[in-house]
């Protein structure tokens, strides 16, 4: 029972989490700018983000449900607590001021961070770490598209 409450309070900070990244993002996806911009031809079309944000958080959410009951320290807050300032601030970062460098750091920075949580905090949760493999991927995959405009644009 406590890990069904904690993966709904995840649930409930993820989805809020995307919620606000959406807001700061300001229509990005949507704008002039970005619509211009030299994309990677492997850009998956605008419904696969909302469909890929969905199933990442849902499977992070239950991770961070199993990890916390494991290990509820300051320490797991603070990192929980930059995840979510990385992941929501890029939005802001990328479409909202169109700072394509700062958002590829951003991108590497989240990205080493979920490899934390898988690699060091593996033996506190056992196989629910392979929930974090669909966040991992679309890092990667993010990372790549991130690259791709500040390189050919």
Not at 43 to 57: C, K
Not at 99 to 127: A, R
Request: proline share 3%; charged share 5%; aromatic share 18%.
């Amino acid at each position: 029972m406590k890990q069904l409450k904690l993966t709904l309070l995840f649930l409930i900070i993820n989805f809020g989490g995307l919620a606000i990244g959406s807001w700061l993002m300001n229509n990005g996806p949507l704008t002039e700018w970005y619509t211009s911009l030299n994309q990677a031809p492997w850009t998956p079309p605008g419904i696969v983000f909302g469909i890929a944000w969905t199933l990442i958080m849902i499977c992070f959410s239950i991770y961070l449900g199993h990890l916390f009951i494991k290990d509820y320290s300051s320490k797991l807050i603070i990192i929980l607590l930059i995840q979510f300032i990385l992941n929501v601030s890029w939005n802001y970062i990328f479409f909202n001021q169109h700072l394509v460098l700062f958002g590829l750091v951003i991108l590497l920075l989240l990205t080493s961070l979920l490899f934390y949580y898988f690699f060091k905090l593996s033996n506190k949760v056992g196989n629910y770490k392979f929930l974090l493999v669909p966040y991992i991927i679309w890092l990667c995959i993010a990372t790549s598209l991130n690259l791709y405009i500040l390189i050919h644009n």
